[in-house]
């Protein structure tokens, strides 16, 4: 967060560096102990332009980057930086205006490789692309290197929007199987022929594997913060509650209840090997899951089941004072991810509903601008800080050997709706009160 302090900056700075602890005033920018808390839209999109001697601190680009959209659109800001970072130069000698364009030129273009890499989506915009397309050939009169290095820069980003495009299809697809619900699940007994989980994979070890395979896929579809707050939350919160439902329907599904305590036991394994790989994400959504109504009111089935271990892993996301304890479970992930020697222990997936609850409150909680107009940076460094740890858990490479088979049926495999969760679990344990009678023949 600490500012580098160059002659650059006295475009907009006056004054001296004040004592640590001290705030200060830097035209336009507030420094608390070295920290930006606070400056006007206009300082900080100077701050961000870089110059021969100048290059702004790398949180601070990211910081910026990200929330800038809450204020300006993205192409806008892209314009003005490119327009600050050329008129700078002019001096009014062409030959002069060439030599320091040509030294200023490489952080240009490593301005614009943290943008491209880190928020690519932003480019997807026409404007943007042609934004630089232009700065390319305005780079290529000045210095053949960085011209090289634009062109590249370009191409990883092509590829990268390409892939984007691909998770997207994939999101969609599985979006697409979770909301379609064939006629013929409508009863157990219709149900009868259909595979079960442990029928395609017995190794709970496994079957979080998977879990994991399906979990990176949707980290991968980055969360993108813009004036409307936050996209692509729909596929993230679809396939949480398509899991949710396929452990309930699993459950509630078998006619004996040995069968049915069975696969109650075979889903805490499987969440206990989640949390032991750090993926928050499922384990929420088994245990989600199992505490449906048509689960937990299954007491006959429970009574066959040791549920010591599936009390712990609920007490782990037991959401009073504020998930505390799932909150400290995810900074020992975290903290295993930063040290980690393989990639299995890199792996960090979030409970996600609550990572955008955070994030939510932080951005309606805080005052974006100030009431001197100028815009609130201490939040908008928390707000990166949230997002940050994100993006570096988005990178890790799944380590696992996918199970196609698996996979196959976890996002394909039809799953019962709240009412014939129901329906399915009073035929598996009768109505044991007036209240339970009602409901089951209303929903016949």
């Not at 075979?266 to 989600?288: H, K, P, R, Y």
């Not at 040290?339 to 990572?355: C, D, G, M, N, R």
């Not at 858990?393 to 996002?411: A, E, G, N, S």
Request: aromatic share 12%; with cysteine.
């Amino acid at each position: 967060r600490s500012k580098t302090y160059s002659s650059a900056q006295q475009f907009y700075s006056k004054g001296r560096i004040y004592p640590h602890g001290v705030t200060a005033s830097y035209g336009e920018m507030c420094y608390h102990d070295n920290s930006l808390v606070s400056a006007s839209l206009e300082a900080l999109i100077q701050h961000l332009v870089p110059t021969v001697d100048y290059y702004p601190d790398r949180s601070y680009v990211f910081t910026f980057l990200l929330s800038s959209r809450l204020f300006l659109h993205p192409y806008e800001l892209m314009t003005r930086v490119c327009h600050l970072c050329v008129e700078q130069q002019r001096s009014g000698d062409a030959l002069l205006d060439k030599i320091r364009f040509r030294e200023v030129a490489p952080k240009l273009v490593q301005l614009l490789t943290e943008w491209t890499e880190t928020f690519p989506y932003d480019f997807r915009d026409e404007r943007m692309m042609r934004c630089l397309k232009d700065m390319t050939h305005h780079v290529a009169r000045g210095d053949e290197y960085s011209w090289r290095a634009m062109q590249q820069m370009t191409q990883r980003l092509i590829k990268r929007l390409s892939a984007l495009g691909q998770y997207e299809e994939a999101v969609a697809a599985l979006n697409t199987v979770a909301m379609e619900r064939p006629a013929s699940l409508k009863s157990k007994q219709a149900s009868g022929q259909r595979s079960d989980v442990m029928s395609v994979c017995e190794d709970a070890f496994i079957l979080a594997q998977q879990l994991t395979h399906i979990e990176l896929l949707f980290i991968g579809y980055s969360i993108i913060i813009r004036q409307n707050f936050i996209d692509n939350l729909e596929a993230y919160i679809n396939w949480f509650n398509r899991l949710s439902y396929l452990v309930a329907t699993e459950i509630c599904m078998p006619v004996k209840k040995k069968h049915r305590a069975r696969i109650i036991e075979f889903f805490i394994d499987v969440a206990q090997e989640c949390f032991n790989i750090g993926n928050f994400n499922s384990l929420m959504a088994i245990i989600t899951g199992m505490n449906m109504s048509p689960v937990s009111r299954l007491k006959k089935t429970w009574s066959k089941v040791n549920t010591d271990k599936f009390e712990i892993l609920e007490h782990q996301m037991d959401p009073s004072s504020n998930f505390s304890n799932y909150r400290t479970a995810l900074r020992g992930a975290t903290q295993r991810s930063e040290t980690a020697h393989s990639s299995q222990e890199k792996i960090v997936i979030p409970f996600f509903s609550l990572l955008i609850k955070d994030i939510y409150f932080l951005n309606e909680g805080c005052a974006s601008r100030l009431p001197n107009g100028h815009i609130n940076f201490e939040k908008l460094w928390e707000l990166a800080k949230q997002v940050s740890e994100f993006l570096v858990w988005r990178q890790v490479i799944c380590p696992f050997d996918r199970d196609r088979r698996v996979l196959q049926y976890l996002v394909t495999t039809p799953v019962f709706s709240e009412d014939e969760l129901h329906l399915a679990s009073y035929e598996s344990e009768g109505p044991e009160n007036n209240m339970e009678k009602d409901s089951r023949r209303s929903l016949r």
